[in-house]
Structures are given as structure tokens and as C-alpha cells.
């Protein structure tokens, strides 16, 4: 079990320093967390928040398009509120994935973690280790917004308090209904109009449009792609794909609740199916090869090629993929009945209040400071701006005082242009504010639309709720999870493209079992069923 660490305030200000201490698991059994804000002239209260300019490091991930946090408008803005400056290791989210790991257990840590999805098992570990402190006493005494928060939001504090006690990680907070069902197909309608051929709506119909871009070459470039995604991506998955051609709903974390039981979908026969049929229409070229290696910005620089040569793909929205100019060319494709019959759609594990926004390390001399700088994201205006972007150029004040989207430029997507000014990190956009402070965006209004008329009718899972993991739990299953979904992300890619899973099913099956998904499947179904008794 987790050792678990207490946070206190030892003393007052005492020649300019406050000393924290920790239990961790060293043999010393105490880690020695120093203050020093007060060397920069910390105030408790207002604005700046040090007198003197204090630099941090801060690491995690960034979206795509994003240029150098630095130059962003709402950056350049708390930097001048604070009087904070933040040295950016950020990184585009796939590569960060792969490093986080290998910084975390480094002994070169940033003083904090920014946008960093951390997991439950690494908060666990890295927690227990002294790698990140808890962070309970500091939001007391330094985060009034998220103070005041929490103690309104009980659900919201139950999320990121872990098993021992102690909170390592912030919040990110929008409550809009638009999570659960991220991946949406759409498809090629001005090719489908020209080769005079009618929505889908069966599995087999898109299949045949498919076969008809690729046989007929209608994007006239002789480079059509048929279909493009991103297995793993937490948008860009095709996992109505394989519920229509397996009949089994899937999730980027194969993990699935039907009927109050947790199910690993990728053991399943339906997924085994599948993935049989996935390999046929990539032997008939109607699978792009790269889709298995590219990132995201390659993949939505596909969409938006100088030549229109993409037929049907996956992603959040059209124009965020093909671009605003081109994105009356496409449409959504309905829930496709599939091989039995049924339209399943599937539903992710997504949460509306997420850990791990926003982590202080061991490494941080200026823990208070910190806390202080991450409080200021907490104010709602500050919380709509890190979403969406600065006031005056996203977003303006409508004459009630509510914050609206401003139409973003001729030949922009409202999602490119999100990721180009809005930073992300700790933030509440909670259901609240959305009445009372900020507008949802158009294309968040549409999108309620959307998911609450054509996906969620034909849901054909729940998604697993966000139940806090013990540590216990968490070291059961950390590295069996890990294990699992290396060797299932690995075989489905290779099936895909090469084949072979008929002759390799039961021997992978078996090596699953062998490096413990039961167990983790029991530890889930544990959880989850601790958590329907109490909620």
C-alpha cells in the first residue's frame, strides 16, 4: 500500500522562508519542502503576486497548432497580473505521452505540470515517491477561487482527492454534455453526390462508399484516401466503427460498462471480428497507411491538403479538420446499423471534471507562489479565457455581461483558432457559469444537438464513471494496464495491416490473461461497484 504523505505548515514566515513537511516513502520517512516566495516579495492577497519577477518551469503537453505559450495573448496577460514568468517545456500531446514517465522519475523536474492528464497511477506513484506534494494546505491558505470551489462543489473535491486524503492534482472543469461520445465519422458528400451515391446508413453501404473513392479516384488526384484516423487518439479512434462491424461498443481505454459490468472489450469475439474485417478493407486500400504513425498535426493537415483527396474520416468536428472553407463538402454519418443489425454508438470514458490539470513537484522552491499563480486560472473570466481564448479577440460581452464567441476569422476553424490562443490548464467552466458567465461557443451548442440526438438514442455502453482508485488498487493494476494496452495497441495495428489474427487470437488472449487483465477487470468492477453503493 501507498505510504501516505502529510502536508503542514510548520511556521510563520521565518527569515524570508516557509518550510513544509512531507511523510514519502524514503527511509528518513520525511522530505523537506522549502518556501522561498517570500525571497520575491509574495503577497497573500491581490495582485501582483510577488513583487519581484519569479520564473518557474512548467511541462506538459499543448495542443497542435499551439505556438510558444509565451506569445499567447492571455499568457502575456497573467504574466503581467502575476508578475510570474513561466518557462514552457510544453509538447504536442502524443510526444508528451511517450516522456512524461522518463521526466517524472528524472531529477530534473519542472517546478509544476501543466495540461499533463496525469493518471490515477501516477499520481499514486509519483505521490508516494515525493514527486509531487499535496497540495491541500496550499490551496487553503493560497486559492481562495478554488477554495471557494470546492467547498461548494463536493463532487468536484471527491474527484481529486485521492485514496490517503491528500489532493496532488487540480481540476479542469467544463460541464457541457459533449465528452461522451468524441468520435464522430463523417464523410465525403460532395464525392458521395458526384459518384451518386446516398448516405450510409449500414455498415456495408459506407464500406461501398469507400471501395467507390478509392475505384473511381474521386478526388482526380490519384492519391485518394478513403478513410483516415487515429487509433489512440482520444477523437480520432474508430470505435463506432468496429461496434458496427463487431456488434461490441468500444473506447479508447477498452474498458466498458454494460448492464453494471465492467467489460474488456478487446478480448471479445466482436472486437476479434472486427478487426478480421478492418484487414480486408485495408488489403483493398481503402485504409490510409499512415494512419497508424501519424500525429495529430499531420492528420489534420490531411484534411486540409491543397487538393480535397480525403473521403471519410474521424475527429471532434469537420471544421477543425478540413477547415471552414471546406467543410460544407462534408457531413456526419449517422450511427451505421451494423453487421446484427443494431446501431450501436460508443461511449467513452471521458470526464466532465478531470485530474491531473495541474501537479507541483518536490523540485518547486515557490510551492505558495505557485499556488497562487494556478488560484488566478480559477476566476471564471480567467477560466473562459484559458478555454477559449483572451477577451477581445475570441470572446466579448455580450449586453447582459455574458461572454460570447467572436466569429472567428474567414478560413479559420473556431477549433484552430482555439488552439492557437487558448492555453487549457486548471480551470472550472462549470454548468453554473455557463448561465451566469460565459456563453457556450456555437459549435458547443451544436454539438449538445448533435450528441444528444444522434449518438446518446443508440448508446451501447455506459462509460466508466470517475471513481477514485485506492492506492491498493492502483499497484495492482498500473503496470498490468500498461502492459495491456502496449499489447493491444501493438497486435490491433499489425492485424490491421498485416493480418494474422486468426492464427494469433488465442495465444494474445492468453498473453493478456497472463500479464493480469482479469485481475484488472476485478479490481475496475470493485471500484465501480463501491462507487454505485455510495453515490
Not at 499489447?487 to 492464427?503: P, R
Request: net charge negative; proline share 5%.
Amino acid at each position: 500500500m501507498a505510504i501516505s504523505r502529510k502536508l503542514a505548515v510548520l511556521g510563520a514566515v521565518l527569515a524570508g522562508t516557509l518550510t513544509f513537511t512531507a511523510c514519502s516513502g524514503s527511509n528518513s520517512g520525511t522530505t523537506e519542502i522549502k518556501d522561498a516566495s517570500a525571497d520575491f516579495g509574495f503577497q497573500e492577497k491581490g495582485f501582483p503576486i510577488v513583487s519581484k519577477q519569479l520564473t518557474l518551469k512548467f511541462s506538459g503537453t499543448k495542443a497542435a497548432l499551439a505556438p510558444d505559450y509565451n506569445t499567447m495573448t492571455v499568457v502575456k496577460e497573467w504574466e503581467k497580473a502575476t508578475n510570474i514568468h513561466v518557462e514552457w517545456e510544453n509538447l504536442p500531446e502524443t510526444v508528451f505521452q511517450e516522456k512524461k514517465n522518463l521526466i517524472l522519475a528524472s531529477g530534473d523536474l519542472p517546478d509544476a505540470f501543466f495540461n499533463t492528464g496525469l493518471t490515477d497511477a501516477e499520481i499514486a506513484t509519483y505521490s508516494a515517491s515525493g514527486t509531487l506534494i499535496p497540495l491541500e494546505g496550499l490551496i487553503e491558505k493560497n486559492a481562495p477561487n478554488l477554495s471557494k470551489l470546492l467547498s461548494e462543489r463536493a463532487d468536484i473535491k471527491a474527484a481529486i482527492t485521492s485514496s490517503d486524503g491528500h489532493i496532488y492534482s487540480l481540476p479542469s472543469v467544463e460541464e457541457l454534455g459533449l465528452v461522451q461520445f468524441p468520435n464522430e465519422l463523417a464523410i465525403n458528400t460532395s464525392w458521395l453526390k458526384k459518384l451518386n451515391i446516398p448516405m450510409p446508413k449500414t455498415i456495408d453501404e459506407f464500406h461501398d462508399a469507400l471501395v467507390a473513392f478509392k475505384a473511381q479516384d474521386a478526388s482526380g488526384t490519384g492519391k485518394t484516401i478513403p478513410l483516415s484516423f487515429m487509433p489512440g487518439s482520444w477523437c480520432g479512434d474508430i470505435v463506432d466503427l468496429i461496434a458496427a462491424l463487431g456488434g461490441v461498443p468500444d473506447n479508447l481505454d477498452h474498458r466498458i460498462v454494460q448492464d453494471d459490468k465492467v467489460i474488456f472489450t478487446a478480448t471479445q469475439d466482436g472486437y476479434k471480428k472486427a478487426i478480421q474485417t478492418l484487414h480486408e478493407w485495408y488489403k483493398e486500400g481503402l485504409i490510409d497507411p499512415e494512419s497508424f504513425s501519424q500525429d495529430d498535426k499531420a492528420y489534420l493537415a490531411k484534411g486540409k491538403a491543397a487538393t480535397e483527396n480525403l473521403g471519410s474520416f474521424v475527429w471532434w468536428e469537420i471544421p477543425e479538420m478540413v477547415g471552414a472553407d471546406r467543410a460544407g463538402d462534408y457531413a456526419l454519418v449517422p450511427v451505421l446499423e451494423g453487421v446484427d443489425g443494431k446501431r450501436i454508438a460508443s461511449q467513452s470514458n471521458n470526464q466532465e471534471i478531470a485530474r491531473g490539470a495541474f501537479a507541483i513537484t518536490r523540485a518547486n522552491k515557490y510551492p505558495a507562489a505557485t499556488m497562487r499563480w494556478a488560484d488566478n486560472l480559477y476566476d471564471p473570466i480567467q477560466s473562459a479565457q484559458a478555454n477559449w481564448g483572451p477577451i477581445g479577440e475570441t470572446l466579448q460581452k455580450d449586453a447582459s455581461g455574458i461572454l460570447t464567441q467572436i466569429p472567428a476569422p474567414a478560413g479559420t476553424s473556431e477549433g484552430e483558432r482555439r488552439q492557437k490562443v487558448a492555453p487549457g490548464g486548471p480551470k472550472a467552466n462549470t454548468a453554473e457559469n455557463f448561465t451566469s458567465v460565459v456563453a457556450p461557443e456555437p459549435r458547443a451548442a451544436a454539438r449538445q444537438k448533435t450528441v444528444t440526438e444522434n449518438y446518446k438514442p443508440f448508446a451501447g455502453n455506459d462509460g466508466y464513471p470517475p471513481v477514485a482508485l485506492s492506492n491498493e488498487e492502483l499497484q495492482q493494476i498500473s503496470t498490468v494496464q500498461t502492459d495491456v494496452t502496449s499489447l493491444v495497441k501493438q497486435n490491433t495495428a499489425k492485424w490491421i495491416v498485416s493480418g494474422g489474427i486468426e492464427q494469433e487470437w488465442d495465444g494474445y488472449v492468453t498473453q493478456l490473461k497472463n500479464v493480469g487483465v482479469d485481475k484488472m477487470i476485478e479490481v475496475y468492477q470493485a471500484a465501480y461497484d463501491r462507487f454505485k453503493k455510495n453515490s
